[in-house]
């Protein structure tokens, strides 16, 4: 059983930043490609960054780019998500997720739990 658990979550203002963390398994995390999705109340849930298995293709959605940064750290196990210059519409429930190929439109097996994220104006 995949397990992948989100952290960081939290209430920011906007212009404020906050990091995201993703946990998973040593054999998820250097087999499979990671992304983080997020979803909105009353919305469908979107695609927000990718990183393939490898750590070296990277994938953003238009939205943030230049904003959010996908990174991973393979002594913990973990994937991060930094987001910066924040905006309101950036609040929705934020999800990690695992797959075998990494991008916007790529299927994804495993999710985690979701970590809200809220933006004050």
Not at 42 to 69: H, I, M, N, Q
Request: charged share 15%; net charge positive; aromatic share 12%.
């Amino acid at each position: 059983q995949v397990q992948l658990v989100e952290s960081g979550g939290g209430l920011v203002q906007a212009g404020g930043s906050l990091r995201l963390s993703c946990a998973a398994s040593r054999r998820t995390f250097l087999s499979d490609a990671m992304g983080w999705f997020r979803q909105a109340p009353g919305k469908e849930r979107e695609f927000v960054a990718a990183l393939s298995w490898s750590g070296v293709s990277r994938y953003y959605a238009d939205s943030v780019k230049g904003r959010f940064t996908i990174s991973r750290d393979t002594t913990k196990n973990t994937v991060y998500l930094q987001m910066n210059s924040l905006k309101p519409e950036d609040t929705a429930v934020y999800y990690c997720a695992a797959g075998p190929l990494a991008g916007p439109t790529q299927k994804y097996h495993y999710w985690g739990q979701g970590t809200q994220v809220t933006v004050s104006s």
